[in-house]
């Protein structure tokens, strides 16, 4: 059983506690030595040169044992400064942070960079801005689609540290009106200039219910961005594919929830207007004769 301890403490987890102890005991035993050497043959108090002895060699003992201690426990002194200097650096990093979090609030009051109910665009992430503290900002995650905007369901908490660093887009128009781009690619036997006037008229039909508020949003907007803002409700250009097919390129400034149905209406006026004529075939002819 002596034998275990003994192996125990010079050779396995207690190694160091068991060097320590050896050391600790050469050391107070050297110092009794020095001490009980420097006195004999003197029966009153030591002299001057025998005490600066003594001394230095006390000094010396003390020294040896503060080495040798440091190279039995070099691993857990290691071990020690580096637990220490990621604390610090996690110190560090999470005031960093708080600075970082404060400073964004005052970049995002100081300069109206967007206030509550903006819809905002962080990094590809769309949502409206619900609340905010100095720390983070709150979105209300919404989703963007061919069946327009609609709310997720879920928030997500931004810390303010992300402005500094973020693609930050804010929309500037209220009320839930947006601006939404689609292309309608129609076929070579396409009638152009017939299917252009068809979707014009049914743009121009679309956006006259909310022509008025499309204008005043418009114009609200555009005090708030310091420039004008062209709110045309409605818009259609003409182009062509890559290979050469005609292209309708459609601009709606209308509400966010009406998205889905005012383009399902747009490209059903479209498809049942020219199913309803004989198909000109002169796109065509032109297209094979650059083709080749």
């Known amino acids: 059983m ?6 125990l403490l010079f050779h396995g987890p207690l190694a160091p506690i068991g060097a320590s102890v050896g050391i600790l005991v ?7 030595l020095a001490a009980r050497h420097a006195g ?7 002299g ?3 005490r600066r002895r003594l001394r230095l060699l006390k000094g010396a003992c003390a020294l040896a044992a503060l080495l040798a201690l440091g190279l039995v426990w070099r691993g857990e002194i ?10 610090t650096m996690a110190i560090v990093m999470a005031f960093k942070e708080l600075v970082l979090c404060a ?5 995002r009051v100081g300069g109206a960079m967007y206030r509550i109910g903006d819809v905002i665009e962080v990094d590809g992430m769309l949502g409206e801005v619900i609340d905010g503290t100095w720390l983070a900002t709150h979105v209300a995650e919404i989703e963007s689609d061919g069946f327009g905007r609609r709310a997720t369901g879920r928030s997500r908490v931004l810390p303010n540290s992300r402005l500094f660093s973020a693609d930050l887009r804010v929309e500037r128009t209220a009320g839930g009106f947006v601006f939404h781009a689609f292309s309608i690619t129609s076929g070579a036997e396409t009638d152009v200039a017939h299917a252009l006037q068809v979707l014009e008229t049914s743009v121009d039909r679309a956006a006259a219910a909310f022509a008025g508020p499309a204008a005043e949003i418009g114009a609200e907007a555009g005090r708030r961005l ?7 409700p409605g818009r259609v250009a003409l182009a062509t594919t890559e290979i050469g097919l005609p292209r309708f390129d459609v601009l709606l400034f209308c509400p966010a929830n009406e998205i889905h149905a005012l383009e399902r209406r747009i490209r059903l006026d479209l498809v049942a207007s020219t199913a309803a004529i004989a198909a000109r075939p002169v796109f065509a002819e032109g297209l094979r004769l650059v083709a080749g």
Do not use: I, K
Request: hydrophobic share 50%; proline share 4%; no cysteine.
């Open 2 to 7: 002596l034998a275990f301890s003994t192996d």
């Open 103 to 107: 400073t964004g609030s005052l970049l």
């Open 48 to 50: 001057g040169a025998a």
């Open 40 to 46: 004999r043959g003197t029966a009153g108090p030591l």
């Open 226 to 232: 310091h420039r004008p803002l062209d709110a045309t």
């Open 26 to 32: 050469a050391v107070a035993a050297t110092r009794r």
């Open 78 to 87: 290691g071990a020690a400064a580096l637990q220490l200097a990621a604390f």
